[in-house]
Structures are given as structure tokens and as C-alpha cells.
């Protein structure tokens, strides 16, 4: 189990492209501000956000997350492929309210995120904002008891062996309930990176046009709340 690095991981991309943080905020819909925050590690990002990057950008979300070049990774649809997580692997992502494991960060062009997640927050004050992100999710409780509050339904109560399927793009959070340990398996989809490509082809250029940049960021402007403020 190692810690991830998200933020050098974007710094040397962006670096890499000759991007300016004003660049990657237009392509993502993430304010500079927070850009540069996660940058010099003063912020960890949270899945939202990741997956608003590696869309606006064009790059596998596990880019962000472990030691591979970019592009280094296989054809989505290659057969023959498997990543293996023994007890300790996993590139660890520290929240304030939980601590994320992402495995298989090894495995690029992966269709689902399976993610080992440990909740601490107590309640919808303490977790802050509701997330949202494209796609769906499927929610495994391992460990303790977890209240999944939700913008369309009532707040659902489950135990360890429980789980359930839902919209990820409805708005979201998770309450550790009770005193113990809450641990629960993620496994979230992954939009494919082709419909992001400018070329149409199956492995799109991270160097996007300024005009599809545009586009880009406009589709993954940064969602508000009620009061609407923006969540980033």
C-alpha cells in the first residue's frame, strides 16, 4: 500500500503539455485555485474530482494515481489482461472525513474504479458536500454500519453484507454510523475515454484543442449546490 500523489502526478502532465493551471481549470471546470491546492498537496481530491480531470484532460484516471507514464497503458477491449491486490496493495487517497484505496491503479483503461473506502464522518455536517459524478455505483459495506444519504431518496441504512446499485450523478454521502470502523467496497464506472477524444479514434491525444477545451469544460462545469455556490 503506498500513498498517492495525485497532484505531482497532474503538475508533471500539465508541465509536461506546456499547460498553464488557467488551461487545465478551462478544460475541467475546476477553479485554478484548486488546481493549484491539490497541486502542492494542500488539498486531496476527491473521486469527483479526479474523474473531472482525467475527462477533462483526456487520461486514464489511474494516471493520477500511480507511477505509469502516461499513454503507457492498453487498448480498452485488449484481452489477457488482470491486475492482482494482495491484503496491503492499493495507492491510498487521505480525506478529511475518509481514506480511499484505490486498487488495480496499475490497470489503465479500466471500464470500473473498485475502490476500498473507510468513512469517519459522523454526520452531514461533519461530511460537507454532497459528491456527484458520472456513471453509476455499486456499494459494498465490509465493515460497521453506513448511512447513504441521497438528494431523491429517504437515507438508507446498511450493514455489513448489505449493499446497493445506484446513479452516481445524484448527489451523495456517506455516514460511518455508531462508534466502530465503517469500511465499504466502491466500485464505480468509468465514462470511456473515446468519447472525449477530438479524433474520434479509441486512444484520444491528452493534447486537447483549445476549441474542444472549450467544449470540454463546459460539460464538466463544477456542480453547485442549492444555494449555488460551486462544490470545488
Known amino acids: 500500500m503506498s ?5 505531482i502526478a497532474l503538475k508533471s502532465l500539465r508541465k509536461q503539455n506546456q499547460w498553464t493551471l488557467a488551461v487545465v ?15 502542492n498537496d494542500q488539498m486531496s481530491p476527491t473521486y469527483d474530482l479526479l474523474v473531472r480531470i482525467s ?35 492499493g495507492e491510498v487517497v487521505q480525506m478529511p472525513g475518509h481514506t480511499l484505496r484505490y486498487l488495480s491503479s496499475d490497470f489503465l483503461n479500466k471500464r470500473i474504479t473498485p475502490i476500498v473506502c473507510e468513512y469517519r464522518s459522523r454526520s452531514l455536517a461533519e461530511f ?18 453506513l448511512e447513504l444519504h441521497t438528494e431523491s431518496y429517504a437515507p438508507l441504512v446498511l450493514k455489513a453484507g448489505e449493499s446497493t446499485y445506484y446513479d452516481s450523478a445524484m448527489g451523495h454521502a456517506y455516514i460511518a454510523r455508531g462508534k466502530g470502523i465503517c469500511r465499504a467496497l466502491s466500485v464505480c464506472t468509468v465514462p470511456r475515454l473515446a468519447e472525449h477524444a477530438t479524433d474520434g479514434g479509441a486512444s484520444p491525444d491528452p493534447v ?25
Open 3 to 7: 500513498t498517492a500523489r495525485p497532484g
Open 25 to 39: 481549470s478551462a478544460r475541467t471546470g475546476i477553479p485554478a485555485s484548486t488546481l493549484s491546492r491539490i497541486e
Open 55 to 89: 475527462n477533462g484532460l483526456s487520461i486514464d484516471l489511474s494516471e493520477l494515481l500511480s507511477a505509469a507514464e502516461p499513454g503507457t497503458g492498453a487498448r480498452p477491449g485488449q484481452s489477457g489482461r488482470r491486475s492482482i491486490n494482495r491484503a496491503e496493495d
Open 128 to 145: 460537507g458536500a454532497f459528491m456527484r459524478h458520472d456513471g453509476e455505483e455499486f456499494l459494498y459495506v465490509l465493515e460497521g454500519e
Open 208 to 232: 486537447v484543442p483549445a476549441k474542444a477545451g472549450r467544449r470540454a469544460a463546459s460539460r464538466h462545469a463544477a456542480p453547485r449546490n442549492r444555494a449555488g455556490r460551486s462544490r470545488s
